[in-house]
């Protein structure tokens, strides 16, 4: 079927109803973990130790980096015209670009980005709360999509699997 002048696969694939049944979109997820952060960091405060200028310039240099993953991950998907949702089946696998580095390039962007944030404010609750955001990206969303392209592209993603890593 044809939608605003591009060919949409997943309308006419057998696998248009398969997704990763991701329910909780990645970044509510990044938000909801940094909320959490910021409330911890009002009740049980944790003194600020870097000083003003230096957790500035860190967390502006964490904050552009995660633009070296955002940008060309979505110019990826775009070219592949497969979509960015990852509720939503997949019409390709993207495997190109970016996807050479980490197989998931926009959530390494969004930490990138929670990272910067923490550290530009001095809120270091966020910060403690990675390795706990980075289990349930793991759990709640990342095995879905997994599970999802290894079902809809087998050997295909297997062995971009071997090749990429999860993360970095």
Known sequence: MIFGGRYNENMDSPHRN?????????PLIYG????????????????????????????????????FFAIPGMQSFYAA?????????????????????TRNPLYVSLLFLYAGVGV?????????????????MDRLVIAREEAYLTRRFGDEYQNYRTRVRRWL
């Open 120 to 136: 530009h404010f001095n809120l270091w609750w966020p910060i403690i709360l990675i390795p706990f955001l980075i289990a349930v």
């Open 32 to 67: 909801i973990f940094f909320l959490v952060g910021t409330t911890l960091e009002y009740v049980i405060p944790i003194p600020a130790f870097l000083p003003y200028m230096i957790a500035r310039v860190v967390g502006w240099m964490l904050a552009i980096a995660s633009l």
């Open 18 to 26: 398969d997704s990763p049944c991701v329910i909780i979109p990645p």
């Open 81 to 101: 015209r497969t979509t960015i949702m990852p509720h939503k089946a997949a019409s390709s696998l993207v495997t190109r670009g970016i996807f050479t580095i």
